[in-house]
C-alpha cells in the first residue's frame, strides 16, 4: 500500500463535460423529487413556478427553478428546510451574521462523509497527503472552518493539530515542536501569524511549514504574495459556506488558475445580481448554488451574493472542473463611493503592492454633507516607521496616489503605527460604514 494516500476522484475530477452533465442531471431530478416531497417550503416555491418534480430531467432546466437566499433560510429557522427527521440530523452548524437569527445547517451521516471527502480532494489538490502533519488554526464550534478541515485532513491520513484559533504564542510553540508542514486558517491570520515569526525571531529552519490552505474571507492575490515571502510557504485558496456545506466548495490546484468547484455535488451558475438571469462564462456576476447531493439539507439554486467569474476548459493540473476566479468580494461589501463601484480587496491589492504598508487595514465610509468620504487607514510596517514627518507624508502620499490613479477614487489615507491595529484570529473586518448605521 502506498504510504501517501492521495484522495481524489480522477473519474469525477476529470470527467468529460458529457458525463458531468449526465451526472449532475440525473442527481439533480431525484433531489427536485426529495426537496417536493419532504419540505413545504420548497413545495410551494416550485408549485407557484408551475414546476412538478418529473418536470426536471436536466441540468439545463437549472435555469427555470426559483431560487432561495439567506432570508429563506431565516424564515424557515431552524429546521425547516431539512428534508430528512431530526433522528437522521447528526451534526448541527451555524453562522451567526451580523444581523438577526443565525443561518443552521443540518448534516447526516452521509453528508458528513461527502463533506470529508470534498475536503480531502481539496487537500490533495494542494499535495496534502499522510505525511504532512496539518495545523488547523480556524475556529473549531459552530463555525464550518475547523471542523471541515478536521475530517477532510483525517480523512487524507495526514497528523491533525486541531489548535483552533487564536492563542498566537501557542499557535508558534505547536508549529515548531510538532513540525507542521501545513497551515489552515483565514489569510488574515496567517499574515499575523507571519508577522509574530518575524518578530520572535525565530529561525527560519524551525517552521517547517510548505503549504497554506486559507480561506472564509476575500484576499488578494497580492496579500498571498505578503504571506508567502513571510512564512516561506505556497499559499493556496480555499473556498466555501456554510450553507452549501462549509469549506471544500472549491479549492486551487497547483496551477492557481482560479478555485476547482466539486460540481458533481455542487451545480455553480452566475447571475446578474440585479436581474436575476443566467450570465455566460467569464462574466462577473453573483455565485449561485445548488447541492445536488445533500441529505439533510438541500439547496436550490441559493445565491451566495459572493461575486466572481467562470471558466471551464481543462486546467494544465488535468482537472476538468470548472474553475472560479478569486471572489471579488460579496455584493453586500460593494462600496460605492460617490458613484464609484470599489471591494475591499481592490483596496487591498494597492496596499500590499506597496513595500511600506502591513497587511493590516479598515475601511471606513462616512457621509459628510451629503458627500461619502472613504478613509483608508494602514499600518506601516516596522522597516518603514519612522520619526520623520516627510518620510511618512511620502508614502501617506503616494497611497493616495497609487488609490487614485487605479481605483479611480480619491481617499483620505491615515498611517497608523506598527501593531497597533486591532488583530483578528477568523474572519477580519475590513469595513466600517456609518452610511448604514
Ligand atoms: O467561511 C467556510 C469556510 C471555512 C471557507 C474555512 C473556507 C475556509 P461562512 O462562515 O458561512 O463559511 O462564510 C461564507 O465567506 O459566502 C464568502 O463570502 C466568504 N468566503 C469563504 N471562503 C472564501 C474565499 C466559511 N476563499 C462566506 N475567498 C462566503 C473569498 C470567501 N471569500
Redesign the pocket.
Same mark, same amino acid.
Given at each position: 500500500m502506498s504510504r501517501n494516500k492521495m484522495i481524489w476522484n480522477p473519474e469525477r475530477e476529470c470527467a468529460e463535460r458529457e458525463q458531468m452533465h449526465d451526472l449532475q442531471s440525473r442527481q439533480l431530478t431525484s433531489m427536485i423529487r426529495r426537496m417536493y416531497d419532504h419540505v413545504p417550503f420548497y413545495r410551494d416555491r416550485l408549485k407557484a413556478a408551475g414546476i412538478e418534480p418529473g418536470d426536471i430531467r436536466s441540468a439545463d432546466q437549472l435555469k427555470m427553478l426559483p431560487f432561495t437566499t439567506k432570508s429563506d433560510l431565516r424564515d424557515n429557522y431552524p429546521f425547516g428546510l431539512f428534508t430528512v427527521p431530526q433522528s437522521e440530523v447528526i451534526r448541527l452548524h451555524a453562522?451567526s451574521g451580523t444581523t438577526g437569527k443565525p443561518?443552521v445547517v443540518g448534516y447526516t451521516r452521509q453528508d458528513i462523509d461527502l463533506w470529508a471527502e470534498v475536503v480531502a480532494r481539496s487537500l490533495t489538490m494542494a499535495g496534502i497527503h499522510s505525511g504532512d502533519t496539518i495545523q488547523i488554526a480556524?475556529g473549531y464550534g459552530p463555525?464550518?472552518?475547523g471542523l471541515?478541515?478536521h475530517y477532510g485532513a483525517e480523512k487524507v491520513g495526514a497528523t491533525v493539530i486541531p489548535i483552533s484559533s487564536g492563542n498566537t504564542r501557542k499557535q508558534l510553540q505547536f508549529m515548531t515542536d510538532f513540525n507542521a508542514t501545513a497551515l489552515?486558517c483565514?489569510p488574515s491570520y496567517a499574515a499575523h501569524l507571519g508577522e509574530h515569526i518575524l518578530k520572535e525571531g525565530i529561525p527560519p529552519e524551525e517552521i517547517r511549514l510548505r503549504a497554506g490552505?486559507?480561506?472564509?474571507? @476575500?484576499?488578494s492575490n497580492e496579500m498571498r504574495r505578503e504571506i508567502e515571502n513571510m512564512l516561506h510557504i505556497k499559499a493556496y485558496?480555499?473556498?466555501?459556506?456554510?450553507?452549501v456545506i462549509? @469549506?471544500?466548495?472549491?479549492m486551487e490546484c497547483d496551477c492557481q488558475h482560479g478555485?476547482h468547484i466539486f460540481e458533481d455535488h455542487f451545480i455553480p451558475e452566475i447571475i446578474h445580481p440585479e436581474t436575476l438571469e443566467p450570465l455566460p462564462d467569464g462574466e462577473v456576476g453573483e455565485l449561485v448554488f445548488t447541492t445536488i447531493s445533500k441529505e439533510a439539507m438541500p439547496l436550490l439554486r441559493y445565491r451566495?451574493?459572493?461575486l466572481t467569474r467562470l471558466h471551464r476548459g481543462k486546467c494544465p493540473c488535468g482537472r476538468t472542473l470548472v474553475r472560479m476566479e478569486?471572489?471579488l468580494?460579496?455584493s453586500d461589501d460593494m462600496l460605492i463611493i460617490r458613484g464609484v463601484n470599489v471591494f475591499p480587496s481592490q483596496v487591498e491589492s494597492v496596499l500590499m503592492e506597496m513595500a511600506e504598508t502591513s497587511p493590516h487595514y479598515l475601511l471606513i465610509v462616512r457621509r459628510e454633507n451629503n458627500l461619502d468620504t472613504l478613509e483608508v487607514r494602514v499600518e506601516i510596517n516596522e522597516k518603514n516607521w519612522s520619526d520623520s514627518i516627510r518620510e511618512l507624508e511620502g508614502i501617506r502620499r503616494r497611497i493616495e496616489h497609487n488609490i487614485k490613479s487605479l481605483l479611480g477614487i480619491s481617499a483620505i489615507i491615515r498611517l497608523v503605527e506598527p501593531n497597533s491595529m486591532e488583530r483578528s484570529d477568523g474572519?477580519a473586518r475590513r469595513i466600517i460604514d456609518y452610511r448604514k448605521q
Amino acid at each position: 500500500m502506498s504510504r501517501n494516500k492521495m484522495i481524489w476522484n480522477p473519474e469525477r475530477e476529470c470527467a468529460e463535460r458529457e458525463q458531468m452533465h449526465d451526472l449532475q442531471s440525473r442527481q439533480l431530478t431525484s433531489m427536485i423529487r426529495r426537496m417536493y416531497d419532504h419540505v413545504p417550503f420548497y413545495r410551494d416555491r416550485l408549485k407557484a413556478a408551475g414546476i412538478e418534480p418529473g418536470d426536471i430531467r436536466s441540468a439545463d432546466q437549472l435555469k427555470m427553478l426559483p431560487f432561495t437566499t439567506k432570508s429563506d433560510l431565516r424564515d424557515n429557522y431552524p429546521f425547516g428546510l431539512f428534508t430528512v427527521p431530526q433522528s437522521e440530523v447528526i451534526r448541527l452548524h451555524a453562522s451567526s451574521g451580523t444581523t438577526g437569527k443565525p443561518t443552521v445547517v443540518g448534516y447526516t451521516r452521509q453528508d458528513i462523509d461527502l463533506w470529508a471527502e470534498v475536503v480531502a480532494r481539496s487537500l490533495t489538490m494542494a499535495g496534502i497527503h499522510s505525511g504532512d502533519t496539518i495545523q488547523i488554526a480556524y475556529g473549531y464550534g459552530p463555525f464550518t472552518g475547523g471542523l471541515g478541515l478536521h475530517y477532510g485532513a483525517e480523512k487524507v491520513g495526514a497528523t491533525v493539530i486541531p489548535i483552533s484559533s487564536g492563542n498566537t504564542r501557542k499557535q508558534l510553540q505547536f508549529m515548531t515542536d510538532f513540525n507542521a508542514t501545513a497551515l489552515a486558517c483565514t489569510p488574515s491570520y496567517a499574515a499575523h501569524l507571519g508577522e509574530h515569526i518575524l518578530k520572535e525571531g525565530i529561525p527560519p529552519e524551525e517552521i517547517r511549514l510548505r503549504a497554506g490552505i486559507f480561506g472564509a474571507e @476575500p484576499w488578494s492575490n497580492e496579500m498571498r504574495r505578503e504571506i508567502e515571502n513571510m512564512l516561506h510557504i505556497k499559499a493556496y485558496d480555499i473556498y466555501g459556506l456554510s450553507e452549501v456545506i462549509g @469549506p471544500g466548495v472549491s479549492m486551487e490546484c497547483d496551477c492557481q488558475h482560479g478555485s476547482h468547484i466539486f460540481e458533481d455535488h455542487f451545480i455553480p451558475e452566475i447571475i446578474h445580481p440585479e436581474t436575476l438571469e443566467p450570465l455566460p462564462d467569464g462574466e462577473v456576476g453573483e455565485l449561485v448554488f445548488t447541492t445536488i447531493s445533500k441529505e439533510a439539507m438541500p439547496l436550490l439554486r441559493y445565491r451566495t451574493r459572493d461575486l466572481t467569474r467562470l471558466h471551464r476548459g481543462k486546467c494544465p493540473c488535468g482537472r476538468t472542473l470548472v474553475r472560479m476566479e478569486k471572489c471579488l468580494g460579496r455584493s453586500d461589501d460593494m462600496l460605492i463611493i460617490r458613484g464609484v463601484n470599489v471591494f475591499p480587496s481592490q483596496v487591498e491589492s494597492v496596499l500590499m503592492e506597496m513595500a511600506e504598508t502591513s497587511p493590516h487595514y479598515l475601511l471606513i465610509v462616512r457621509r459628510e454633507n451629503n458627500l461619502d468620504t472613504l478613509e483608508v487607514r494602514v499600518e506601516i510596517n516596522e522597516k518603514n516607521w519612522s520619526d520623520s514627518i516627510r518620510e511618512l507624508e511620502g508614502i501617506r502620499r503616494r497611497i493616495e496616489h497609487n488609490i487614485k490613479s487605479l481605483l479611480g477614487i480619491s481617499a483620505i489615507i491615515r498611517l497608523v503605527e506598527p501593531n497597533s491595529m486591532e488583530r483578528s484570529d477568523g474572519k477580519a473586518r475590513r469595513i466600517i460604514d456609518y452610511r448604514k448605521q
